[in-house]
């Protein structure tokens, strides 16, 4: 079974925190160890439990949400992701709340859709995490920096996001319109000959594009009667 991310729900309304668990638990990675109605028990059970995961209200009765994060900040071991469910709709507290480094933000009321979305985004940063190496390229920091993606996104295994960005660029260099001199499409050879890279790198990267919906793919057939592939942009 895959290990589940442990997490503490911070919630002073106890309605709200019993849907908030509901919420959480209906996701098979994550699983709630913990609940907390106030600052200082969320303080003591995120040093008692070390949750891999944060539910925070902004607004709670006695230590600000926003105070409680920084001091989340400032425990030992791994840093704990942060995801605010609050009513706080203010820009000074998203400013604040993203400077104490949240994964995400979430306006009540919120569905369970919603929720569920932000945390398959927390479960991809944490692979993305556990898989890095102990030295990172530049590919792989910008990977990490860029923040929670959904594994759909994420390039296959052995191509990198640079790479994707160059061949789409190309892609949509090489073609064009009718009226405007260049080809619809363009072969993997073409895009591969633009882009300085094998031409079965190229397809690749190519068929990558069209499983994300960014790229269009459709056969051509020459004289010999095999077809080519020829893509385009989305």
């Not at 160890?33 to 008692?48: H, I, K, M, T, Y």
């Given at each position: 079974m895959t290990e589940q991310a442990r997490t503490l729900v911070v919630e002073d309304d106890p309605a709200v925190a019993v849907v908030?668990?509901?919420?959480?638990?209906?996701?098979?990675?994550?699983?709630?160890?913990?609940?907390?109605?106030?600052?200082?028990?969320?303080?003591?059970?995120?040093?008692?439990?070390?949750?891999?995961?944060?539910?925070l209200d902004l607004h709670l009765p006695d230590i600000g949400g926003l105070d409680v994060l920084r001091r989340l900040r400032l425990l030992p071991g791994p840093p704990v992701d942060v995801v605010a469910t609050t009513a706080a709709r203010e820009l000074e507290s998203v400013r604040q709340a993203m400077a104490g480094g949240v994964v995400a933000y979430l306006v009540k009321p919120f569905t369970s859709a919603a929720l569920r979305e932000r945390l398959d985004e927390v479960w991809q940063r944490r692979e993305d995490v556990r898989r890095a190496q102990t030295t990172l390229d530049q590919d792989e920091v910008d990977q990490l920096l860029a923040g929670p993606r959904t594994a759909s996104t994420l390039p296959p295994k052995g191509l990198s996001e640079r790479s994707r960005t160059l061949v789409q660029e190309a892609l949509s260099r090489l073609c064009g319109t009718a009226e405007d001199g260049r080809a619809e499409d363009a072969s993997a050879a073409?895009?591969?000959e633009s882009v300085g890279m094998s031409r079965v790198s190229a397809r690749r990267y190519l068929e990558h594009l069209v499983a994300e919906g960014h790229a269009q793919v459709s056969p051509r057939y020459g004289s010999t009667g095999r077809p080519e592939n020829r893509y385009r942009p989305a």
């Open positions: 908030h668990r509901g919420f959480v638990e209906s996701h098979p990675r994550f699983v709630v160890v913990g609940e907390a109605r106030n600052g200082a028990d969320a303080l003591q059970l995120a040093s008692a439990l070390r949750p891999d995961l944060v539910l073409e895009v591969a």
